[in-house]
């Protein structure tokens, strides 16, 4: 899995791999979700999902590590169909980890994954996307939340 972050030019992409599953890696551009999409597609793996604490985890850890300049926006696997309507009681609110071939693929996730920069447009009728925004340091690392 990869996450494409719009940032200024920065260090070439860094990796991490977990003792099971698959590894993520950081690659830096200024381009669009579909891009993205495009970019990881070409290297064989696809915008990660965060289904869980430990791949979130892991994922700040890969961003840290290649000293991201905050803030930053990077594209993760994360949609919402044109058919799939804003949800504020579910932690995703209404988006879905994208599945290989542009589909999505719904997933529970725990609430602690519920945080949002800001919220989601309120709609039923546009497709959108959303990624991991990445604030300044507080401390403790960088800030984050999703953001569309």
């Not at 991490?16 to 599953?21: D, H, L, Q, S």
Request: charge should be positive.
């Amino acid at each position: 899995a990869c996450a494409l972050g719009r940032t200024p030019p920065a260090p070439p992409a860094a990796v991490r791999c977990p003792p099971a599953g698959a590894c993520f890696s950081a690659h830096f551009a200024n381009v669009s979700y579909a891009e993205a999409r495009g970019a990881c597609d070409r290297r064989r793996g696809g915008l990660a999902w965060v289904s869980g604490e430990p791949e979130l985890r892991l994922l700040r850890g890969l961003l840290a590590e290649a000293a991201v300049p905050a803030p930053a926006l990077f594209w993760v696997g994360l949609k919402r169909n044109a058919s799939a309507c804003t949800h504020e009681d579910q932690p995703l609110r209404g988006f879905s980890w994208e599945a290989a071939g542009g589909g999505t693929v719904p997933q529970e996730v725990p609430p602690a994954l519920g945080r949002w920069v800001e919220e989601p447009r309120r709609s039923c009728l546009i497709a959108r996307c959303a990624g991991l925004h990445l604030s300044a340091d507080t401390g403790d690392g960088p800030s984050w939340g999703w953001k569309e």
